[in-house]
Nanobody, 129 residues
Framework: QVQPVESGGGLVQAGGSLRLSCAASGGTFSSYTMGWFRQAPGKERDFVAAIATAWRGGRTYYADSVKGRFTISRDNAKNTVYLQMNSLKSEDTAVYYC????????????????????WGQGTQVTVSS
């Protein structure tokens, strides 16, 4: 099993950029689907992005709200997944969580939090307007 650990959060002005990292130790990283979710105060945890395993060509998935602004990528040699966030908006303010599950997922499984078994503790991203 893997244990995700997020880093890279912080305070940024609207229009700025941040890159989140998630190091996942303890398993065969390349065989895990990796996802990013976020939760704003008083709201549910929402899907942000996910990346499939190499078996599915590392296909990427994005929430409509972040398409064209965020990019998810993975470095299997470093057991790390990244979330590059550009053109940040105040509504992107949230705690961002990294999640993992073994293998790939069918259909819309990538966007469902319950599809992921392993979760990090989260990292705060605050975008000031």
């Amino acid at each position: 099993q893997v244990q995700p650990v997020e880093s890279g959060g912080g305070l940024v002005q609207a229009g700025g950029s941040l890159r989140l990292s998630c190091a996942a130790s303890g398993g065969t990283f390349s065989s895990y689907t990796m996802g990013w979710f976020r939760q704003a105060p008083g709201k549910e945890r929402d899907f942000v992005a996910a990346i499939a395993t190499a078996w599915r060509g590392g296909r990427t998935y994005y929430a409509d709200s972040v398409k064209g602004r965020f990019t998810i990528s993975r470095d299997n040699a470093k057991n790390t997944v990244y979330l590059q966030m550009n053109s940040l908006k105040s509504e992107d303010t949230a705690v961002y969580y990294c999640a993992a599950r073994s293998g790939d997922l069918p259909g819309l499984g990538y966007v469902r939090a319950e599809s992921y078994k392993y979760w990090g503790q989260g990292t705060q991203v605050t975008v000031s307007s």
